[in-house]
């Protein structure tokens, strides 16, 4: 019902810095929560950034001071920046999201991912 495409991945040095997007789409009466998690290979996925429709954010202790969640309700679309990237960044970065339908059902979301590569 939803579609949830990101965008921003890359190849970068490790200091460098990246900007995730994620838009939506779809059957959306509101979005409750947006969301970054990772997966690194032999890793268990993990939360990296959320924020919920009141702007609360909450980040892994791994990436805070470091990375920056925001969003904008306009266009149903969250961002993360991501500074001073460290190898043990890299990962396929998936945009999550919590929905509440027109029919009034709540439904979770995922996009396809997203590869980020830091290199040392």
């Known amino acids: 019902q939803v579609q949830l495409v990101e965008s921003g991945g890359g190849l970068v040095q490790a200091g460098g810095s990246l900007r995730l997007s994620c838009a939506a789409s779809g059957n959306i009466l509101t979005i409750r929560a947006m969301g970054w998690y990772r997966q690194a290979p032999g890793k268990q996925r993990e939360l990296v950034a959320g924020?919920?429709?009141?702007?609360?954010?909450n980040y892994a202790e791994s990436v805070k001071g470091r990375f920056t969640i925001s969003r904008d309700d306009a266009k149903n679309t969250v961002y993360l920046q991501m500074n001073s990237l460290k190898p043990e960044d890299t990962a396929v970065y998936y945009c999550?999201?919590?929905?509440?339908?027109?029919?009034?059902?709540?439904?979770?979301?995922w996009g396809q991912g997203t590869q980020v590569t830091v290199s040392s």
């Open positions: 924020i919920t429709s009141g702007g609360i954010t």
């Open positions: 999550n999201a919590a929905i509440t339908s027109r029919s009034g059902t709540y439904y979770s979301s």
